[in-house]
């Protein structure tokens, strides 16, 4: 229909920010949202640890290592 996809990056940022706005309003010390998907990313403690995890997992079962797609492709700002 012309419209992104619901399971696109872009839809999932924005979904994202909206929930972090309404954390930040309960939750003082949440932070400031970041604009940049790649920020908002790196910022996500929780995220990074489970995704290093993984890539371990990965090569300790001998699968290899991740594949990393170009940085360019997260570099995109949050337009609501």
Known sequence: CGGPSRLCKHMFFT?????????STRVPSHGEMP??????????????????QLFKAFQKAGLGT????????DQFLLTV
Do not use: D, M
């Open 15 to 23: 979904r994202w920010a909206k929930l972090h706005g309404k954390l």
């Open 66 to 73: 991740w594949v990393k797609k170009p940085p360019e492709q």
């Open 35 to 52: 604009s940049v998907y790649s920020e908002a990313k790196l910022v996500a403690q929780t995220y990074q640890s489970v995704k290093q």
